[in-house]
């Protein structure tokens, strides 16, 4: 006689998993809460559900399939030992304690020195924290550092670069980005991301992702040319009584100190920042600033994997092309999810105002259609899914060997996602489709732009033949600017430093501070030494008269004239290093 009652085999199940995964938590979960969830994270689990149930019946599914997983997982990965003495690691360790006093990761945080040994060498490395969410060093291990190499040495090709755990970057997700991008054709600059193990001290810290950073690296790996990356800072943030939200932003140069010290590339900063300034104020449409082909891409790319991080403020970054004289989208903390009811949301770009802006110009709007058209074809025939399948499988055998309880993406789920978007989420299966969680950004209303302050002020004569130049000096940043010293250069070259006329130096302007200096008249050009409070002394460089982006040669240029005038450019350099 049979004294169960009668009922579905799959019910069964789910109640063994649940109970399984409710037992794993209480035994080995015990000592906190913080405790559970960070072991989960570096393990590997992400949750694909909104309710608890399903929460549990997933995780007591990859429990199950865990051990299998770490069998076959492949080991075989670049070891790398990091050392750093007692002194210095406590130093790392009072940055860590302050950002979980604050709430969030200081942006001044404490570089220290220490060394990498890879296979059989050592590098010296500068080191510190890097991330700005507590995220990033949760864990008693695992902690996200950032490391500058010394002595223009490289591992693995980069000089400078991160080790993160995995979890903060959903693990394969921003490496299943990027594969679409390349699957698609789209040449939109990623940074490897690649899993290592790590020994940090002595201490095993498992599998982490080296994620490359925005120098000129990841430049060289993506077949781009010397230049300069771009990114926002924000100035000001405010909150009207409606809830809107209005963001004063400033654009500015990364590994600035480098930059301007290269007459050519702080020539490139001057026009890049100069061009997102006028995009920002209005003066400019998005493809006369972007590459509208690429940014179209991009921003259909974020849309079809809901990619919405992307589209933060502090997320954007610009890579300026000197052949081009645009600025190229670069793939950057694009923290998709294999979630369902976050992947299938309604286009995120619409929900942000700068891609917003961006999208209104016909050109990258019809570069996204187009962007859209052919991912969805290739959805439509197998193709996308087979390939992401078979990345997805080889990167998951490395990951597994640190987080077994990692699961698979559902391009099924992508499929739709893009049939959505090109129906314009009108057909029955899209309609109940929501728009992205309100809940998980701050929903910015306005935003506007302010020049640098080196930028913003400009070296000028009033009249031609005038006796007397001027320099009008802006402060539009947030700290006290320093002007330690003017060197002027005359029409024969040469060099002087310059004694200004009721000026003792260092000469401090405060924020939105003005001030016009006299110059002499014979003098064409300037060198002004000065820093921000916060910043390194460095040159900045002024020619009388001239726009940062009169340079700019605005005729549309074909692509086989771009060619033309890249192959000149790389006979050029090689000529110089010959």
């Known amino acids: 006689m049979k004294l169960d009652k009668t009922g579905k085999q799959t019910n069964k199940t789910e109640k063994w998993l649940s109970i399984s995964a409710v037992c794993l938590l209480i035994v080995l979960v015990l000592p906190s809460t913080n405790y559970i969830t960070t072991s989960l994270l570096h393990l590997g689990f992400v949750s694909h559900h909104e309710s608890t149930k399903d929460k549990l019946i997933q995780l007591g599914q990859e429990i199950i399939a865990s ?53 059989g060498d050592a590098y010296k490395t500068k080191l510190r924290l890097q991330g700005d969410a507590l995220e990033h060093i949760v864990g008693a291990k695992r902690w996200s550092l950032r490391f500058d190499l010394k002595n223009n040495k490289s591992i693995l090709n980069n000089k400078r670069f991160a080790l993160l755990s995995s979890n903060v970057r959903i693990h394969q997700g921003p490496y299943l980005f990027a594969q679409t991008l390349v699957k698609s054709g789209f040449d939109i600059i990623s940074p490897q991301m690649n899993p290592v193990k790590v020994v940090v001290n002595g ?7 080296m994620e490359e950073t925005f120098g000129q690296d990841l430049l060289s790996f993506n077949q781009r040319k010397q230049g300069l990356v771009v990114r926002l800072d924000i100035l000001k943030e405010t909150l009207d009584s409606e809830g809107h939200i209005s963001r004063i932003f400033q654009p500015r140069a990364i590994q600035r100190t480098s930059v301007l010290r290269d007459p050519e590339l702080n020539r490139h900063r001057m026009i890049a920042l100069s061009l997102i300034s006028d995009f920002f104020e209005g003066k400019r449409i998005a493809s006369d600033v972007f590459d509208y082909e690429k940014l179209g891409q991009y921003l259909a790319s974020i849309d079809v994997w809901s990619a919405w991080h992307a589209l933060s403020w502090n997320n954007w970054r610009w890579y300026y092309n000197p052949v081009t004289a645009k600025l190229e989208p670069i793939q950057s903390d694009v923290a998709v999810t294999p979630a369902k009811h976050y992947w299938l949301t309604q286009a995120v770009s619409k929900e942000f105002p700068v891609a917003k802006k961006m999208l209104t110009d016909a050109k990258v709007k019809a570069a996204y259609d187009n962007a859209l058209a052919i991912m969805l074809t290739q959805l439509n025939n197998g193709e996308m899914q087979s390939y992401l399948k078979e990345k997805q499988s080889d990167r998951l055998k490395k990951l597994h060997h640190g987080m077994p309880l990692i699961n698979d993406f559902d391009f099924d789920i992508m499929h739709q996602q893009t049939q959505c978007l090109t129906l314009g989420y009108q057909s029955q299966n899209c309609k109940n489709i929501p728009k992205l969680d309100s809940q998980l950004h701050l929903h910015l209303t306005n935003f506007s732009s302010v020049r640098n302050w080196d930028l913003a002020s400009h070296f000028y004569s009033k009249k031609k033949n005038s006796e007397t130049n001027y320099l009008a000096l802006i402060n539009t940043s947030l700290e006290d600017l320093h002007i330690h010293a003017i060197e002027g250069i005359n029409h024969l070259a040469f060099k002087e430093i310059l004694e200004v006329e009721g000026v003792e130096f260092p000469l401090v302007l405060k ?41 700019i040669q605005r005729m549309p240029m074909s692509q086989e004239r771009v060619s033309q005038v890249s192959t000149a450019l790389d006979d050029e350099i090689s000529i110089v290093n010959r």
């Open 203 to 209: 201490v095993n810290w498992g599998v982490m992702l």
């Open 67 to 119: 051990p299998n997983r770490y069998l076959e997982s492949d080991s075989e990965m670049p070891l790398l030992k990091v050392d750093v003495n007692y002194q210095d690691w406590q130093v790392l360790a009072k940055d860590r304690a302050l950002a979980f006093e604050t709430g969030m990761i200081a942006e001044k945080r404490h570089m220290v020195n220490g060394v990498i040994h890879y296979k």
């Open 511 to 551: 924020p939105n501070e003005q001030r016009q200096l006299k110059i002499s008249q014979h003098i064409t050009d300037l060198i002004l030494h000065a820093a921000v409070t916060s910043k390194k002394i460095v040159p900045f460089y002024f020619k009388r008269d001239l726009d940062p982006l009169a340079p």
